[in-house]
């Protein structure tokens, strides 16, 4: 059976939006750090896709390192800010608005598609997976990189204590993990079953990343 939700997380538009990317922006090396192990599974020149791009800080440092990037994100908010944030780096990003389960975008179209920190807010996260695998070149893979909902509320302050927030926002952040943010999140378990019944049909590994997961999704040849 299909997993599907109806509470979609805190909506990321106006002062929300603005609030998420003020913080985020303190610290950008996990930033870094995804596009240097993204840049280590695409080809030069490769094409790209983030889904859920939020600000843009991502979709940002894979452009700089030469990456054609496009950015989708269902927040009209987040879409305005990490076009503003794009043109402030000076490098191009195609960022469009649009549902992850009904992506506005040709079949077959990138080499690798990334989502960090997002998945777990999708209502229909199988359809944002079949939409990933039909978006791909065949040999293309996706990377879904999210929150682990075994994560212990330890390792969780020791994340965020790493983040340069201030002592409210560090308490705000905490909070919205331990009540919003694990209760959302997905097992192990789940996770597997939702790549076999995709269109992938159970071409992916699942490999644990502090406090979070990485789920890799290969669109056979």
Known sequence: MAIAKAYKGIPMEGVIASWYTRNTGRDLRRFSDTARLVAQRVRAGGAILEVAPGPGFLAIELAKRGYEVTALDISRSFVRIA??????????????????SAMPLPDASFDF??????????????????????????????AIIDLRKDASLQDIAGEVSQMRLSAFNAFLTRFTFRHGLLRAAYTR?????????????????????????????????
């Open 83 to 100: 076009r503003e944030n794009a043109a402030r780096s000076g490098v191009p990003v195609d960022v469009r608005h649009g549902n992850a």
């Open 113 to 142: 598609v990334v989502c960090v920190a997002a998945f777990k807010n999708f209502t229909n996260p199988l359809g944002a997976i079949n939409e990933m695998h039909r978006v791909l070149k065949p040999g293309g893979e996706a």
């Open 189 to 221: 378990e789940q996770l597997d079953r939702m790549a076999r019944e995709s269109r992938f049909a159970g071409h992916h590994v699942i490999e644990a990343r502090g406090i979070g997961f990485e789920l890799r999704l290969t669109k056979q040849a």
